[in-house]
């Protein structure tokens, strides 16, 4: 081999007195390779400093091996636990995922889905950014992308989506409040005109409806620690103040704990709250947060499976994966 030229496989082969196809299989961790060869093989690889050409693999198979991850939000710790989950199962498929941010902006979304087209992403998960037109979905279609949605769903219910049951869960949440003795709930972190939104105000206004109990306020501020602390201090000066609050996710609820506590209220015994997602600070933080569980890190994981499951079956029907949520009960 000349100095400076790249290392390939057949070099690999010569060295370690194989057949390129043995690399190969080396390579893509094949069962089918004897472990004695498979380690002389590895070895040589290892002291060589060989890094298969990718590149060239895929154009062989038309498969470029990676998918893309639009997110509408990165800076809930929700998020990476999503990220986790679809990480874990892209690994053991030999995949990587292009991730990528639209911060709630649908038009940097579809500028980002542009640019995961031009590097010829086999499939696309998307979180889709607030005001998405649902017409993205067709044109992803048309492009013969396979495309899944999670936590947020756009289309007209034909398309795969993932994600919690988010009624059943912001009612068990509502359900709680009442057994343990609150008669005027507020439901705090409405802001966002997603599916989601729409979903846990369905499910706040079902299970006080059920109960035959008028809907305390409700605060459609962003859901996070500031806006959270802010509209409880708000709500506690109104002529009829709430006595709980059901948050749109925990960080929120972090937020109205933190305002309750700078207002000398005692949390549960004046005020009870609960939070959605069961995020990894949810049993950290004191007192610890009552929350709803959806399990991020399995969301992420069942996406991802179901992408794979389109990118190999890219005609069959559309899948709907909805996971249980469950009620956690902390301190507050």
């Known amino acids: 081999m000349r100095r400076g030229s790249k290392l390939t496989l057949t070099d690999i082969a010569q060295r370690a007195k194989v057949s390129p196809s043995?690399?190969?299989?080396?390579l893509r961790d094949s069962p089918l390779v004897a472990e004695k060869t498979r380690q002389h093989v590895q070895s040589l690889i290892d002291s060589l400093g060989y890094v298969r050409d990718r590149?060239?693999?895929?154009?062989?198979?038309?498969?470029?091996?990676?998918?893309?991850?639009?997110?509408?939000?990165?800076?809930?710790?929700?998020?990476s636990e999503l990220i986790g989950g679809i990480d874990a199962v892209t690994d053991r498929s030999d995949r990587i995922a292009f991730i990528v941010h639209s911060a709630e902006d649908p038009i940097r979304q579809d500028r980002l889905i542009h640019r995961l087209r031009e590097q010829n992403v086999d499939g696309i998960i998307l979180s889709a950014a607030e005001g998405t037109d649902p017409g993205i979905i067709s044109r992803l279609r048309e492009w013969n992308l396979p495309c899944v949605e999670t936590l947020r769903h756009v289309g007209r219910g034909l398309n795969d989506y993932v994600g919690p049951a988010i009624e059943a869960g912001v009612e068990m949440a509502v359900e709680h409040l009442i057994r343990?003795?609150?008669?005027?709930?507020?439901?705090?972190?409405?802001?966002?005109?997603?599916?989601?939104?729409?979903?846990?105000?369905?499910?706040?206004?079902?299970?006080?409806?059920?109960?035959?109990?008028?809907?305390?306020?409700?605060?459609?501020?962003?859901?996070?620690?500031?806006?959270?602390?802010?509209?409880?201090?708000?709500?506690?000066?109104?002529?009829?103040?709430?006595?709980?609050?059901?948050?749109?996710?925990?960080?929120?609820?972090?937020?109205?704990?933190?305002?309750?506590?700078?207002?000398?209220?005692?949390?549960?015994?004046?005020?009870?709250?609960?939070?959605?997602?069961?995020?990894?600070?949810?049993?950290?933080?004191?007192?610890?947060?009552?929350?709803?569980?959806?399990?991020?890190?399995?969301?992420?994981?069942?996406?991802?499976?179901?992408?794979?499951?389109?990118?190999?079956?890219?005609?069959?029907?559309?899948?709907?994966?909805?996971?249980?949520?469950?009620?956690?009960?902390?301190?507050t």
Do not use: M, W
């Open 22 to 26: 043995t690399v190969s299989l080396v």
């Open 55 to 79: 590149g060239a693999a895929n154009l062989r198979s038309r498969t470029s091996q990676t998918i893309g991850l639009v997110l509408c939000e990165l800076t809930n710790p929700f998020y």
């Open 180 to 331: 343990v003795g609150h008669k005027r709930i507020a439901y705090i972190g409405a802001a966002r005109r997603t599916s989601p939104t729409r979903e846990r105000l369905a499910g706040f206004h079902n299970a006080l409806r059920r109960r035959k109990l008028k809907p305390g306020p409700i605060v459609r501020c962003q859901p996070t620690r500031e806006d959270g602390a802010r509209a409880v201090r708000e709500l506690l000066d109104s002529s009829n103040p709430p006595t709980a609050a059901v948050c749109y996710n925990d960080v929120c609820a972090f937020g109205v704990v933190l305002g309750l506590i700078e207002n000398g209220r005692r949390v549960p015994t004046d005020f009870s709250v609960i939070g959605f997602d069961n995020i990894i600070d949810a049993a950290l933080v004191r007192p610890a947060l009552t929350t709803i569980a959806i399990d991020p890190h399995r969301i992420g994981e069942e996406t991802a499976l179901l992408l794979l499951r389109r990118i190999a079956d890219p005609n069959g029907r559309p899948e709907r994966v909805i996971l249980p949520p469950r009620l956690i009960v902390r301190d």
